[in-house]
């Protein structure tokens, strides 16, 4: 389908897989793309409430016109050829993204990472967050099977960025066994924080005194420590600047993720996924 659409981009594109920590790494590297000055485009999924929140072109969603049109045109591509729902609309939704001439294209995987609709795209950098136990019926029942279908979006001799601080096994041989560069918490880059500010630092480069992101959660500085990796490992082609990295950390959104909704009482609205644990690998 990829090849009868020509599907492809002549841009940077950012794929990223986990359990956990998936929605927010999106949301932090639109946020510091944009505030560089990037055409950025981010396909997530699923959405809350209107289908086009999917797709986002350069900090907006997409024109529900532009979705329409795209359908007819994977519709028209598909021939005989029989298509789930998922795949159906990331086919539409990147080749919205293809056409939009942007800068750089965030990905986030629907479901596990080899057999996900978004890996019909090459990576230039792949991203996997935190991995639990999900979708237990598909990818496999322990962490060591999980690790090696989300490992799946790894493509040789590129980045691979590993924010879960103690990842499978399965991840880190994948790595090897294919030649990608591996960028591991606690070896290739780091974080430390106190109840003010954090620093990161990596290959070559060091921020200090960064403001916490604004996303909440006890896990958002493992996100933001993989999301600065990645973007330093593509420094060469999208360099940014520090100032960029402040802000758009300051400024990032994610609906849904521990959003507070002000009022009597104040609500809070998250959501999760996969069965809560005792925090043995986190």
């Known amino acids: 389908m990829a090849q009868r659409m020509r599907l492809g981009f002549d841009c940077p594109v950012f794929t990223v897989a986990g359990t956990n920590g998936k929605g927010s790494t999106c949301a932090m590297l639109e946020a510091i793309l944009l505030e560089a000055g990037f055409r950025t485009g981010v396909y997530t999924s ?13 900090g907006e969603s997409a024109d529900a016109s532009e979705l329409v049109a795209s359908f ?40 596990g990472g080899r057999l996900d609709a978004v890996n019909i795209i090459d990576t230039d950098c792949a991203i996997i967050t935190s991995i639990d136990v999900d979708h237990t019926e598909l990818l496999g029942h322990t962490r060591e099977q999980i690790g090696l279908e989300k490992a799946g979006i790894l493509r040789t001799c590129r980045p691979a960025i590993v924010s879960d601080p103690v990842p499978p096994q399965s991840v880190l041989d994948r790595a090897r066994e294919i030649d990608a560069d591996l960028w591991l918490l606690g070896r290739d880059y780091n974080y430390s924080g106190d109840q ?24 958002q500085l493992i996100n933001a420590a993989g999301v600065l990796a990645a973007l330093e490992a593509m420094r060469p082609r999208l360099p940014v600047t520090a100032q960029a990295v402040r802000n758009g950390l300051a400024l990032v959104e994610l609906p849904g993720r521990f959003q507070v909704v002000p009022g009597q ?17 986190r």
């Open 196 to 219: 003010q500010q954090w620093a990161w630092a990596g290959r070559g480069r060091r921020y200090a005194g960064l403001a916490y992101p604004a996303l909440r959660g006890a896990n």
């Open 265 to 281: 009482p104040a609500l809070v609205l998250d959501v999760a996924h996969n069965p809560i644990r005792p925090p043995r690998w």
């Open 72 to 111: 007819a045109v994977v519709e028209s591509a598909r021939g005989d050829i029989s298509l789930t729902y998922f795949e159906f609309t990331t086919l539409a939704i990147l080749h919205v993204l293809a056409r939009a001439g942007l800068d750089a294209v965030v990905l986030e995987v629907g479901l």
């Open 46 to 58: 699923p959405h809350l409430v209107r289908f086009e929140e999917r797709c986002r072109i350069r």
